[in-house]
């Protein structure tokens, strides 16, 4: 049940590929081991216009932001193996280098997220 938030701030004229959103979904549900159908993504474009960092120049290498919610979030070995694996399969299906992707891992989603009205 991984849901995977991504925010990619972009240049001036720079557009998403309209099948992103899938790649970044198939992506993440091989490295997070989902059958299909289970991993979702939203996709979101950031113009660089609104975006910044403190006394820097960020026209270059943009970020890539993403928040991923799952159920459970594993043991700690496990999670830095797939926060490695992910942080690459990301920045590979958006095109950034791997150092411009930025990964949150929210609170387990289990007892808390519904799905239809159903916990």
């Not at 970020?63 to 159920?71: E, R």
């Amino acid at each position: 049940m991984p849901i995977l938030e991504v925010e990619v701030v972009t240049g001036q004229g720079e557009s998403l590929q309209p099948e992103l959103a899938q790649r970044l979904a198939d992506e993440a549900g091989d490295v997070l081991g989902a059958p299909p159908g289970r991993t979702w993504c939203r996709l979101r474009a950031l113009p660089s216009a609104q975006y910044a960092e403190n006394r820097a120049d960020v026209s270059k290498d943009l970020p890539v932001f993403v928040t991923v919610l799952k159920a459970r979030a594993g043991n700690p070995v496990e999670l830095k193996d797939e926060l490695a694996k992910l942080c690459t399969a990301l920045a590979h299906a958006c095109g950034r280098p791997r150092e411009s992707v930025h990964i949150l891992y929210l609170p387990e989603a289990e007892g808390r997220m519904s799905f239809g009205g159903e916990l």
